[in-house]
C-alpha cells in the first residue's frame, strides 16, 4: 500500500503535492507517518515567538504536530516531551545556522534557512533547509509592443540537504551522506495565457573528509563545502533539463514572430527576383 502511494505521488504534478498528498492521506490514514517521512513537501514559514525570527518547518524539527524552534530550541505550540537534541551537538546546531543564513544571503539575497542537528547510533545527521520565493514581477514590454504580451512570472525555491554523519576518531576522519532534493516552482502570467513549471530533482553524494575530534568548525567547513558543490551541480541540471528542455520544445513546435516575419519577407524577395527574371 505504501509503494502504491509513493508511486501515484511521483505520478502526480508537484506544483499539487500538498493537495495530493492530503487526498492520499485520507484515503489511508495509517500511511501517516511513513508518506510524511518519505514524501518531500515545500517547506513553510513560521516565526519563533521567542526570537522573533522565521524558521522553516519540515519533518526533521517536527514531534507530533509541532516544530522546534532552530533559535529558541523550543516547541510551537509547547510540546514537554519533545526530542531536543544533546548539549554538544545543540552548539553545533547554533553555529550551523549561524554560517548557513551567510551563506543563504550571499547566494540567495533573502530567503529563509534553517539547520536542525541530531543524534544518531552512529554519529550525528543534520538537516539544512533553504526557501526562497521570488516576489511577483512584471517583464518590460519593448517600445511599441502589444500590451496584451505583457507577463507577470514569480518562482519558489526550496532545497533540503539531509547528512548522514559518521566519524571514526581513530584514523580522525569522517563519513559524510548528502541526499539534496530541490523542489523548483515557477510561474508565468500574461493576458492570453498562463504557465508554470514545477518539479523536484534529487541527488546524493558521498565524501571521507579528515576532521578534529570534537571540533565543530572543522565539520561544518565539510559540510559547508559539500552543500555548495551540490546546489551548484543542481542549479546546472535545472538549468539544462526544465529550462533548456522547455525551451527546445517551445521552439520546435512554436516559431517566434521574428523568424517566421523575416522567413516571409526572405520568400517574398525570392519570388520577386523570379519575377524580374
Known amino acids: 500500500e505504501l509503494k502504491s502511494a509513493l508511486d501515484l505521488m511521483r505520478r502526480l504534478p508537484p506544483k499539487d503535492i500538498e493537495s495530493s498528498l492530503s487526498k492520499i492521506l ?26 522573533g525570527k522565521d524558521y522553516l518547518l519540515c519533518d526533521y524539527n517536527r514531534d507530533s504536530d509541532s516544530f522546534r524552534s532552530p533559535w529558541s530550541n523550543k516547541y510551537c505550540p509547547p510540546l514537554d516531551d519533545g526530542i531536543l537534541p544533546p548539549e554538544n551537538l545543540r552548539k553545533m546546531e547554533i553555529a550551523a545556522n549561524a554560517a548557513f543564513e551567510a551563506y543563504r544571503e550571499q ?10 542537528v541530531w543524534q544518531t547510533e552512529t554519529g550525528f545527521a543534520c ?18 509592443a502589444d500590451p496584451s504580451t505583457a507577463t ?15 566519524p571514526r576518531d581513530a584514523d580522525k576522519k569522517t563519513e559524510y551522506k548528502l541526499t539534496t532534493t530541490v523542489m523548483l516552482f515557477f510561474e508565468t502570467e500574461c ?36 552543500v555548495e558543490e551540490m546546489e551548484g551541480r543542481m542549479r546546472d541540471t535545472l538549468e539544462e533539463v526544465y529550462f ?22 526572405g520568400l517574398m524577395a525570392e519570388i520577386a ?5
Request: proline share 7%; net charge negative; aromatic share 4%.
Open 26 to 51: 485520507t484515503v489511508a490514514p495509517d500511511l501517516v507517518d511513513d508518506l510524511l517521512s518519505a514524501v518531500d513537501q515545500p517547506l513553510k514559514v513560521q516565526r519563533c515567538p521567542d526570537s
Open 107 to 116: 547566494y540567495y539575497e533573502g530567503g529563509v534557512s534553517s539547520v536542525y
Open 127 to 144: 538537516c539544512i533547509a533553504i526557501k526562497k520565493d521570488g516576489e511577483k514581477q512584471a517583464h518590460p514590454l519593448p517600445e511599441g
Open 152 to 166: 507577470l512570472s514569480q518562482g519558489t525555491w526550496n532545497s533540503i540537504h539531509v547528512f548522514d554523519v559518521c
Open 191 to 226: 493576458p492570453a495565457t498562463d504557465s508554470d513549471l514545477s518539479g523536484n530533482l534529487t541527488r546524493t553524494l558521498e565524501r571521507e573528509r579528515p576532521h578534529v575530534p570534537g571540533d565543530v568548525a572543522s565539520h561544518l567547513a565539510n559540510i559547508g563545502e559539500m
Open 244 to 265: 533548456g528542455k522547455t525551451l527546445e520544445i517551445l521552439r520546435a513546435v512554436r516559431t517566434p514572430v521574428d523568424e517566421r516575419r523575416a522567413a516571409q519577407e
Open 273 to 277: 527576383a523570379k519575377r524580374k527574371t
